[in-house]
Protein backbone atom coordinates (compact mmCIF):
# COMPACT_ATOMS: atom_id res chain seq x y z
CA UNK A 1 0.00 0.00 0.00
CA UNK A 2 1.02 3.51 -0.81
CA UNK A 3 1.07 5.86 1.24
CA UNK A 4 1.11 9.53 0.02
CA UNK A 5 2.17 12.77 2.69
CA UNK A 6 -1.03 15.46 3.03
CA UNK A 7 -1.04 17.39 -0.36
CA UNK A 8 -2.97 20.84 -1.82
CA UNK A 9 -4.80 20.67 -5.07
CA UNK A 10 -3.68 23.80 -7.21
CA UNK A 11 -4.83 24.79 -10.31
CA UNK A 12 -2.42 25.91 -13.49
CA UNK A 13 -3.41 29.22 -15.17
CA UNK A 14 -1.25 30.36 -18.27
CA UNK A 15 -1.63 33.15 -19.68
CA UNK A 16 -4.68 33.94 -18.22
CA UNK A 17 -6.71 30.70 -19.01
CA UNK A 18 -6.83 27.85 -16.62
CA UNK A 19 -4.80 24.75 -17.94
CA UNK A 20 -7.42 21.83 -18.23
CA UNK A 21 -6.30 19.06 -16.95
CA UNK A 22 -8.02 15.61 -16.18
CA UNK A 23 -5.19 14.95 -12.88
CA UNK A 24 -4.39 18.22 -10.75
CA UNK A 25 -1.20 19.56 -10.18
CA UNK A 26 -0.22 19.48 -6.36
CA UNK A 27 2.08 21.04 -3.54
CA UNK A 28 3.82 19.12 -1.91
CA UNK A 29 7.37 19.78 0.17
CA UNK A 30 7.02 23.78 -0.50
CA UNK A 31 7.13 22.80 -4.84
CA UNK A 32 4.43 22.44 -7.36
CA UNK A 33 4.10 18.89 -9.03
CA UNK A 34 2.08 18.49 -12.37
CA UNK A 35 1.19 16.05 -14.53
CA UNK A 36 3.50 16.45 -17.63
CA UNK A 37 0.92 15.12 -20.17
CA UNK A 38 -1.47 18.73 -20.41
CA UNK A 39 1.28 21.17 -19.10
CA UNK A 40 4.25 20.28 -21.36
CA UNK A 41 2.45 19.18 -24.42
CA UNK A 42 0.95 22.92 -24.55
CA UNK A 43 3.76 24.72 -23.69
CA UNK A 44 6.62 23.03 -25.29
CA UNK A 45 8.05 22.40 -28.77
CA UNK A 46 9.46 18.78 -28.51
CA UNK A 47 8.66 16.45 -25.61
CA UNK A 48 11.04 12.85 -25.60
CA UNK A 49 12.75 10.72 -23.59
CA UNK A 50 16.46 9.43 -23.55
CA UNK A 51 16.84 6.39 -21.00
CA UNK A 52 15.36 7.67 -17.74
CA UNK A 53 15.55 11.12 -18.57
CA UNK A 54 12.58 12.99 -20.15
CA UNK A 55 13.71 16.40 -22.25
CA UNK A 56 11.75 19.05 -23.13
CA UNK A 57 12.90 21.38 -25.42
CA UNK A 58 11.47 24.87 -26.75
CA UNK A 59 12.93 26.80 -28.89
CA UNK A 60 16.77 26.42 -28.23
CA UNK A 61 16.36 25.58 -25.16
CA UNK A 62 16.79 22.27 -23.87
CA UNK A 63 15.82 20.64 -19.93
CA UNK A 64 16.22 17.05 -18.59
CA UNK A 65 14.14 16.22 -15.74
CA UNK A 66 14.93 12.42 -14.37
CA UNK A 67 12.05 10.34 -14.34
CA UNK A 68 11.66 8.98 -10.89
CA UNK A 69 8.40 7.03 -11.29
CA UNK A 70 7.88 3.86 -12.78
CA UNK A 71 5.39 5.17 -15.51
CA UNK A 72 7.21 4.68 -18.81
CA UNK A 73 8.47 7.96 -20.62
CA UNK A 74 5.08 7.13 -23.53
CA UNK A 75 2.66 7.98 -20.58
CA UNK A 76 3.03 11.49 -20.06
CA UNK A 77 -0.16 11.68 -17.73
CA UNK A 78 1.58 9.89 -14.74
CA UNK A 79 5.10 11.56 -14.89
CA UNK A 80 4.82 14.47 -12.75
CA UNK A 81 7.77 17.17 -12.37
CA UNK A 82 8.98 20.04 -10.65
CA UNK A 83 7.16 22.79 -12.54
CA UNK A 84 8.62 25.65 -11.39
CA UNK A 85 12.44 25.27 -12.39
CA UNK A 86 11.74 23.02 -15.55
CA UNK A 87 9.26 25.86 -16.74
CA UNK A 88 11.55 28.92 -15.60
CA UNK A 89 14.65 27.30 -17.75
CA UNK A 90 12.45 27.02 -20.74
CA UNK A 91 12.34 30.93 -20.27
CA UNK A 92 8.49 31.17 -18.15
CA UNK A 93 7.51 33.14 -15.76
CA UNK A 94 5.83 31.37 -13.03
CA UNK A 95 4.51 32.37 -9.73
CA UNK A 96 2.68 30.74 -6.69
CA UNK A 97 -0.77 32.73 -5.50
CA UNK A 98 -0.97 30.62 -2.19
CA UNK A 99 -4.47 32.38 -1.33
CA UNK A 100 -5.82 31.01 -4.79
CA UNK A 101 -4.10 27.84 -5.01
CA UNK A 102 -2.90 28.81 -8.41
CA UNK A 103 0.32 28.84 -10.21
CA UNK A 104 0.43 31.55 -12.65
CA UNK A 105 2.57 31.06 -15.66
CA UNK A 106 3.57 33.43 -18.23
CA UNK A 107 5.37 32.72 -21.41
CA UNK A 108 7.05 35.57 -23.71
CA UNK A 109 5.49 35.76 -27.06
CA UNK A 110 7.70 34.54 -30.08
CA UNK A 111 8.83 36.87 -32.81
CA UNK A 112 7.57 35.69 -36.14
CA UNK A 113 10.25 36.56 -38.88
CA UNK A 114 9.04 36.19 -42.19
CA UNK A 115 9.67 37.19 -45.43
CA UNK A 116 7.03 39.34 -47.52
CA UNK A 117 4.34 37.76 -49.61
CA UNK A 118 1.62 38.82 -51.43
CA UNK A 119 -0.92 38.66 -48.52
CA UNK A 120 0.39 38.01 -44.68
CA UNK A 121 -2.39 38.10 -41.80
CA UNK A 122 0.68 38.75 -39.54
CA UNK A 123 1.51 41.72 -41.19
CA UNK A 124 -0.33 44.57 -39.73
CA UNK A 125 -2.53 47.07 -42.86
CA UNK A 126 -1.92 50.09 -43.98
CA UNK A 127 -4.57 52.39 -43.82
CA UNK A 128 -5.61 53.80 -47.55
CA UNK A 129 -4.70 57.37 -48.37
CA UNK A 130 -6.59 60.01 -50.10
CA UNK A 131 -4.93 59.70 -53.78
CA UNK A 132 -5.50 62.87 -56.14
CA UNK A 133 -7.17 62.35 -59.30
CA UNK A 134 -8.02 65.92 -60.92
CA UNK A 135 -11.34 66.39 -62.34
CA UNK A 136 -12.44 65.59 -65.99
CA UNK A 137 -13.02 68.55 -68.23
CA UNK A 138 -16.11 68.45 -70.09
CA UNK A 139 -16.52 67.61 -73.50
CA UNK A 140 -18.14 70.63 -75.50
CA UNK A 141 -20.75 69.35 -77.75
CA UNK A 142 -20.77 69.42 -81.60
CA UNK A 143 -22.24 72.61 -82.39
CA UNK A 144 -23.70 71.82 -86.48
CA UNK A 145 -24.13 74.62 -88.98
CA UNK A 146 -24.88 74.69 -92.52
CA UNK A 147 -27.33 72.83 -94.72
CA UNK A 148 -28.91 69.38 -93.23
CA UNK A 149 -26.56 66.31 -94.62
CA UNK A 150 -28.70 64.11 -96.55
CA UNK A 151 -29.89 60.92 -94.92
CA UNK A 152 -27.74 57.34 -95.18
CA UNK A 153 -29.63 54.80 -93.93
CA UNK A 154 -32.81 53.22 -96.15
CA UNK A 155 -36.30 54.28 -95.03
CA UNK A 156 -38.27 50.90 -94.28
CA UNK A 157 -41.04 50.64 -96.36
CA UNK A 158 -44.11 50.31 -94.85
CA UNK A 159 -46.11 46.36 -95.17
CA UNK A 160 -48.48 46.46 -98.23
CA UNK A 161 -52.15 46.40 -97.06
CA UNK A 162 -54.55 44.13 -98.61
Known amino acids: ???FPPVTPVSIVVDGRPLAAYVRAYVAGGRVYAPAQPLLTRLADRVWSEGEDLVIERGKKRVRVKIWTAASPSQLNEIYIMVG?????????????????????????RTIVASPSPFNAAVPLVAPSAVFTPAQAATPRPIWTGSPLPRRTPLPVPPRRR
Open 1 to 3: MLV
Open 85 to 109: PALRALGASVRYDAAGRRLIVHIPA
